[in-house]
């Protein structure tokens, strides 16, 4: 067979182009919910936080996680709330703001390593974290699945951060106001608030959105200077 094999490509690509597209217009949804109502999205992100915490502290007592782990990941997402004091703004070059990137990849590449190492051998059953209080050697160890894996990383891992994502507002982006100069850098006591005609004020803009944005404007300006040359080709 060679063009069914095409259409198979074809179709893939085409399947992933409109995932793209479902998840950017969700995200961009999303944020444009958190602009309308930041007051509790904010009161959300802290009780989802506050759970995460409980549930990273039960899962090291119960199902026995590596304490360092566990307590690396509670004081990331402790460095995560950092992010709300000035909520929905953020400084793209504030010190916690960084922290919390950086946590982000740590987590994810110890966490991954610490499920996808295998017990080394029969001897080490007992000591493997996930294993029964079986003393044979022949019991296997309760490894997690790979849902259960998935699962821990999209709730425990990455929720916390892919929601600041979506709820965060760049610093370029904001419209002056009250505490709005910790973003802009400006001064509300030299009009900020009250000075000037308002032609310059800057609606409040989301990160995702102002992603969004960007690639759409992207993509249009490539187009243009594409037909340009074209245009400029024919001539």
Known sequence: MWILPLVGYAGVLLGFGFLT????????????????????ARKLLTRLIYTIIALQVLLALVDRFPLLL??????????YMGNLRHFPIVKLSDPVFILSCVLV???????????????????????????????????KPDIPTFT???????????????????SLSAGENVLPSMGSEYA????????GLGGGDGRNRRKKKGLVKAAVDWVVEWVGET??????GERAKGF
Not at 223 to 228: A, D, T, V
Request: net charge negative; hydrophobic share 40%.
């Open 21 to 40: 597209l479902a998840i950017a217009s969700g995200l961009y949804y999303l944020s444009e919910l958190v602009e309308e109502h930041t007051v509790f």
């Open 70 to 79: 566990s307590s690396l990941s509670i004081a990331s997402h402790a460095v």
């Open 105 to 139: 990849l740590t987590n994810h590449f110890l966490w991954f390593r610490h499920f996808s190492t295998p017990p080394l051998n029969n001897s080490s059953i007992n000591r493997y974290p996930y294993s029964s209080q079986s003393s044979s050697l022949y019991d």
């Open 148 to 166: 259960e894996t998935a699962s821990y990383f999209g709730i425990c891992v990455w929720l916390v951060p892919f929601a600041l994502f979506v």
């Open 184 to 191: 802009t850098g400006g001064d509300v006591h030299g009009g």
């Open 223 to 228: 187009g243009k200077l594409m037909g340009k």
